[in-house]
């Protein structure tokens, strides 16, 4: 039996199957359904959609932040990708034509400042910064563990929070 929870008016996901994807790990790459999938996959497959890397539901410049970040080689393991990943992957539910890239771009780096002492007001470029950082006192895989819940604390900031998209820890 599906647990499908409602992210937007109308719009539902099937937390099972994202959890399903989450728990085994995230792929690098797109991956294979049935198999390790990226989390924007886990996304499509929890909606009823083939596999695909560009979820409706998720605004666009927000899907290529996520796939960049799932994408990173500072990742151990599958496992520890999804582990790393999962509160963002429910955050991001409902972000298409409603988030202010712009403003979440500006939260995320003062966020980013805060914890990690220095400014950048492109995205991207901030997450490269954050995985090459030294000094930090954190692996790799770390530091992109911190700047997805960066990330997340930057959607909460506009309403998108995991918890609202029925993630339970």
Excluded: H
Aim: glycine share 12%; aromatic share 12%.
């Amino acid at each position: 039996m599906a647990t499908l929870i409602e992210y937007s008016p109308g719009q539902f996901f099937d937390k099972d199957i994202l959890e399903m994807y989450l728990s085994k790990g995230l792929s690098f790459g797109m991956g294979r359904t049935g198999g390790y999938v990226c989390v924007e996959a886990a996304i499509c497959l929890s909606l009823g959609l083939p596999i695909n890397d560009k979820p409706p539901c998720v605004d666009p410049i927000l899907i290529g932040l996520k796939i960049e970040l799932n994408d990173q080689k500072g990742w151990g393991t599958a496992k520890a990708r999804g582990e790393g990943m999962r509160r963002l992957a429910y955050a991001q539910l409902g972000t298409r034509d409603v988030l202010d890239f712009k403003k979440f771009s500006k939260d995320l780096n003062d966020l980013v400042k805060i914890r990690f002492g220095f400014n950048c007001y492109d995205t991207f470029y901030m997450l490269w910064r954050v995985r090459d950082l030294k000094g930090t006192g954190m692996n790799v895989q770390q530091r992109l563990a911190v700047f997805a819940e960066l990330a997340v604390e930057a959607l909460g900031k506009q309403g998108f929070t995991p918890e609202k998209n029925g993630y339970i820890e």
